[in-house]
């Protein structure tokens, strides 16, 4: 039976840990005692190949089944390319993946985890921008959701987590993406990193998602120029406006992405009543399971 890549490699980095004094499987006994002999060093190079090596098995065990793109749109599929943080539930890197691999049920169904973002700008009238999903889009297409949703890629300017930069980075970069919004004008500087929360939810039978949210807050009137092939339509709400959204998705009326519902449904009003004290909110140190 193959097990969930993120827990099997959470054991195996505890293992590591404890490389100089736990024998590993597939490691000669020798080999072994040379490494312990010649220093802890060698014997914890010996433990990271062997862990590296299980690592890349696991992986190879889990790629995705053969599913068809050919009736999904073009310029989306191409994106599916793109490598994504996979990460344990702890939210600590393990490895990466492709967005395709990310995102496919079976493979979510497995533990795959991934890191990602979910973006919350306010005009200077305290209204919140919403965007509906392009019907293009492969997961969620059609739903209305928060300013922008997306995922830090595998690259060394994403990857970087002290204070959120790498994440904050990203949201830049898909601010620009999708809604034309100037790089100049949505600087990693200006959002607030408040907390992350810890979601699944399947889009369809193929296709979901599974991911530790990074929760990025910002408060400035913007340009917008949206990619047609991203979003459907843009909005600003109020408070009011957003809750009788809510309800007519309640009553099926429309559709909301899972991960906006959830947060809109928990933290988001207290928030969004506390845009210019939100310092109060931040926790970097916990992960809200929903």
Same mark, same amino acid.
């Given at each position: 039976?193959?097990?969930?890549?993120?827990?099997?490699?959470?054991?195996?980095?505890?293992?590591?840990?404890?490389?100089?004094?736990?024998?590993?499987?597939?490691?000669?006994?020798?080999? &072994? %005692? #040379?490494?312990? *002999?010649?220093?802890?060093? /060698?014997?914890?190079?010996?433990?990271?190949? +062997?862990?590296?090596?299980?690592?890349?098995?696991?992986?190879?065990?889990?790629?995705?089944?053969?599913?068809?793109?050919?009736?999904?749109?073009?310029?989306?599929?191409?994106?599916?390319?793109?490598?994504?943080?996979?990460?344990?539930?702890?939210?600590?890197?393990?490895?990466?993946?492709?967005?395709?691999?990310?995102?496919?049920?079976?493979?979510?169904?497995?533990?795959?985890?991934?890191?990602?973002?979910?973006?919350?700008?306010?005009?200077?009238?305290?209204?919140?921008?919403?965007?509906?999903?392009?019907?293009?889009?492969?997961?969620?297409?059609?739903?209305?959701?928060?300013?922008?949703?997306?995922?830090?890629?595998?690259?060394?300017?994403?990857?970087?987590?002290?204070?959120?930069?790498?994440?904050? &980075? %990203? #949201?830049?970069? *898909?601010?620009?993406?999708? /809604?034309?919004?100037?790089?100049?004008?949505? +600087?990693?500087?200006?959002?607030?990193?408040?907390?992350?929360?810890?979601?699944?939810?399947?889009?369809?039978?193929?296709?979901?998602?599974?991911?530790?949210?990074?929760?990025?807050?910002?408060?400035?009137?913007?340009?917008?120029?949206?990619?047609?092939?991203?979003?459907?339509?843009?909005?600003?709400?109020?408070?009011?406006?957003?809750?009788?959204?809510?309800?007519?998705?309640?009553?099926?009326?429309?559709?909301?992405?899972?991960?906006?519902?959830?947060?809109?449904?928990?933290?988001?009003?207290?928030?969004?009543?506390?845009?210019?004290?939100?310092?109060?909110?931040?926790?970097?140190?916990?992960?809200?399971?929903?």
């Amino acid at each position: 039976m193959v097990r969930s890549v993120w827990a099997v490699l959470r054991r195996l980095s505890s293992q590591g840990r404890a490389a100089a004094a736990s024998p590993k499987p597939n490691v000669p006994v020798s080999v &072994r %005692a #040379a490494a312990l *002999r010649s220093g802890p060093g /060698l014997a914890a190079t010996i433990s990271r190949r +062997t862990i590296s090596s299980e690592v890349r098995h696991l992986q190879a065990a889990v790629k995705m089944p053969e599913i068809t793109t050919d009736h999904l749109d073009e310029k989306q599929v191409q994106l599916l390319a793109e490598k994504c943080i996979l990460i344990d539930e702890d939210d600590r890197k393990i490895g990466a993946d492709t967005k395709k691999n990310c995102h496919l049920n079976s493979n979510i169904d497995k533990g795959l985890l991934h890191r990602a973002f979910s973006v919350f700008i306010f005009n200077s009238e305290e209204k919140l921008l919403l965007q509906q999903r392009s019907d293009a889009k492969i997961t969620f297409p059609g739903c209305f959701t928060n300013t922008c949703c997306s995922h830090p890629l595998h690259t060394d300017s994403e990857v970087e987590e002290k204070d959120a930069i790498g994440v904050r &980075r %990203a #949201a830049q970069r *898909r601010l620009k993406a999708e /809604l034309g919004i100037p790089m100049d004008q949505v +600087t990693p500087e200006e959002m607030t990193y408040l907390t992350r929360i810890h979601y699944k939810a399947q889009s369809d039978g193929v296709w979901g998602e599974h991911e530790i949210d990074y929760i990025l807050f910002m408060q400035k009137d913007v340009d917008l120029s949206p990619d047609p092939n991203e979003i459907q339509t843009h909005c600003y709400v109020s408070k009011e406006e957003l809750k009788e959204m809510l309800n007519k998705a309640k009553r099926k009326e429309l559709l909301i992405t899972p991960w906006f519902s959830l947060i809109a449904e928990t933290f988001l009003f207290q928030w969004w009543d506390n845009l210019h004290s939100l310092k109060q909110f931040m926790d970097h140190d916990n992960i809200h399971r929903m």
